[in-house]
């Protein structure tokens, strides 16, 4: 039995401590004897590797009074402990139990690496060869001192804008272990895990600070929840919080989803996630992910029918997104995410939106609805954000769609706007709609293909000198102007979310059978920017 009283140890997580030379201890010498083996630390749970041998994996330990055992056929055994600087701190023995399992308590160790220790067996008329060299090192309290700073947006206001990236320093101190790592998390609560590698996770350097860049998306106040962990796991936390103000020139891009003033493209991959993907990217490695488990209908963004090109309100500059199920039998529903200053799929619940029961004439003038007038979405075959119509705000939203072979407008779908037929000669079914959105001057112009042949039109739509627009090229698809030849068979998607490449014009982008995406110049010079996930 132990000659010490034995106490409880909590765990602790490996250490590189061993490799930057912070253990070492006296060299040990063999004499003939009795055999010791198995020597530990006995804690609660395990160590992460008992620190033997000159390759071991020191652990640590939080506690400052250890319990180290070891196993042996004498009747007693004598334990020894050295620090850091060689220092013998503990040199005692115990009487070896009926199991052959002999230990003793190591009271009043200060926090720090580098502790070796052995065991001796006793007996008469003397002592055998020792175990080999172990190592631990003592842990006892959570890092100290955890701030964060950020010189770009200062606790007491000023710096950067909503929308704009900002670095942010975190520091702490940790006598025992030392900072391994830090987790954050904006206006949320810091996942789990430890310091597995994530997102959310930032290596400490040995210094103990770290530093990250973040963008706060929306204008107001942001609060920055750190955690300071070290490497026995213990964790200090603190909350950081900011003003993040509104942005008076916020980049403006129509067709920007995410707020940095670049068109985006949105697309589903494989698994049902909706891919983002900068439209100047000269790859399809998106800048966002949204999981599949955040669309609205059936846990996928695969089959459902994704539009944006304008933003109402919410203080940004950035599109608001429709989202509808286009499958047979869908519910007639449309949900909408208005952009507050960063990309709302994932991160908000939408809105219901609502068709319009209202109708109106090209001037805006109410006019009663015809028979059989669609009062949900249900009926839709086709819906794009088409671009503004209403001269008093040009980057608005105007949704148009297909419903029994003619064309809509519903206008202003956020507000319960009013529906404004375009056409009366219901040639509009069987084509796909695009719409590139706004020139330089304002004028609008409609895409659209005809699925049969696959042959890509424009239809110019032209603003007039009182701000309304001219639809009269609407009539009939098959006047359109022929601009090129995309088959449905080799691309079943085609797409435009504006201006790409910032020469001014609108251009296309088409995801082939092989799930290539490809984007263009205009409607001509493709770039294949490689498979999608």
């Given amino acids: 039995m132990s000659r010490t009283t034995s106490a409880r140890l909590l765990a602790a997580c490996a250490t590189t401590a061993l490799a930057a030379g912070l253990f070492t201890a006296p060299a040990a010498q063999a004499v003939p004897g009795h055999a010791v083996t198995g020597p530990s630390v006995r804690a609660t749970p395990a160590l992460a590797g008992d620190g033997c041998w000159a390759t071991g994996t020191p652990g640590w330990v939080t506690t400052a009074d250890p319990v180290l055992t070891a196993h042996t056929t004498a009747p007693s055994a004598r334990f020894k402990v050295w620090d850091a600087t060689g220092t013998k701190v503990f040199d005692g023995a115990a009487d070896t139990a009926a199991d052959g399992t002999v230990q003793v308590t190591v009271t009043g160790l200060a926090d720090g690496p580098g502790y070796t220790w052995q065991v001796w067996p006793e007996y008469a008329p003397g002592s055998g060869a020792p175990t080999e060299t172990c190592r631990f090192g003592v842990d006892t309290a959570a890092p100290t001192g955890l701030t964060v700073t950020s010189t770009d947006f200062p606790e007491n206001g000023g710096g950067k804008f909503a929308g704009q990236p900002g670095v942010f320093t975190f520091s702490a101190t940790d006598a025992g272990s030392g900072v391994a790592c830090f987790r954050y998390a904006l206006d949320n609560v810091i996942g789990v895990g430890g310091c597995t590698p994530g997102p959310d996770v930032?290596?400490?350097?040995?210094?103990?600070?770290?530093?990250?860049?973040?963008?706060?998306?929306?204008?107001?106040?942001?609060?920055?929840?750190?955690?300071?962990?070290?490497?026995?796991?213990?964790?200090?936390?603190?909350?950081?919080?900011?003003?993040?103000?509104?942005?008076?020139?916020?980049?403006?891009?129509?067709?920007?989803?995410?707020?940095?003033?670049?068109?985006?493209?949105?697309?589903?991959?494989?698994?049902?996630?909706?891919?983002?993907?900068?439209?100047?990217?000269?790859?399809?490695?998106p800048t966002t992910v949204v999981p599949a488990a955040r669309a609205p209908w059936g846990g996928s963004w695969s089959g459902l029918q994704i539009t944006h090109k304008g933003w109402s309100g919410g203080g940004a500059s950035a599109d608001t997104i429709y989202v509808r199920d286009a499958s047979p039998g869908n519910s007639g529903?449309?949900?909408?995410?208005?952009?507050?200053?960063?990309?709302?799929?994932?991160?908000?619940?939408?809105?219901?939106?609502?068709?319009?029961?209202?109708?109106?004439?090209?001037?805006?003038?109410?006019?009663?609805?015809?028979?059989?007038?669609?009062?949900?979405?249900?009926?839709?075959?086709?819906?794009?954000?088409?671009g503004s119509v209403n001269p008093a705000s040009p980057v608005g939203i105007t949704l148009l769609d297909v419903e029994q072979g003619d064309l809509w407008l519903q206008h202003d779908p956020s507000r319960f706007g009013d529906s404004g037929r375009l056409t009366t000669t219901g040639l509009w079914n069987g084509y796909d709609?695009?719409?590139?959105?706004?020139?330089?001057?304002?004028?609008?112009?409609?895409?659209?293909?005809?699925?049969?042949?696959?042959?890509?039109?424009?239809?110019?739509?032209?603003?007039?000198?009182?701000g309304s627009f001219d639809f009269s090229g609407l009539a009939n698809p098959a006047d359109g102007t022929v601009i090129g030849s995309f088959p449905v068979a080799d691309y079943p998607t085609l797409g435009s979310s504006g201006d790409l490449d910032g020469d001014g014009q609108a251009d296309l982008y088409a995801v082939t059978a092989g799930r290539h995406l490809i984007t263009f110049k205009g409607v001509v010079n493709p770039k294949d920017l490689g498979p999608l996930a």
């Fill in 333 to 386: 529903l449309l949900y909408q995410y208005v952009n507050r200053g960063g990309l709302p799929l994932g991160t908000r619940s939408p809105s219901l939106t609502y068709h319009a029961t209202d109708c109106v004439d090209t001037a805006m003038q109410p006019v009663a609805c015809p028979a059989g007038h669609s009062t949900d979405f249900s009926a839709v075959q086709q819906l794009v954000a088409f």
């Fill in 433 to 466: 709609l695009i719409a590139p959105g706004p020139d330089a001057n304002g004028n609008l112009v409609l895409w659209s293909r005809e699925q049969a042949t696959g042959t890509l039109r424009a239809h110019a739509v032209p603003k007039l000198a009182d």
């Fill in 202 to 285: 930032v290596a400490a350097a040995a210094d103990g600070t770290a530093s990250v860049t973040i963008k706060p998306d929306e204008w107001g106040t942001h609060h920055l929840s750190v955690q300071a962990l070290d490497h026995t796991g213990r964790v200090a936390q603190t909350v950081y919080t900011f003003l993040a103000p509104w942005n008076p020139n916020p980049p403006k891009a129509l067709g920007d989803v995410d707020n940095d003033g670049v068109p985006d493209i949105l697309l589903p991959d494989s698994n049902g996630n909706l891919l983002v993907i900068s439209g100047n990217a000269g790859s399809t490695t």
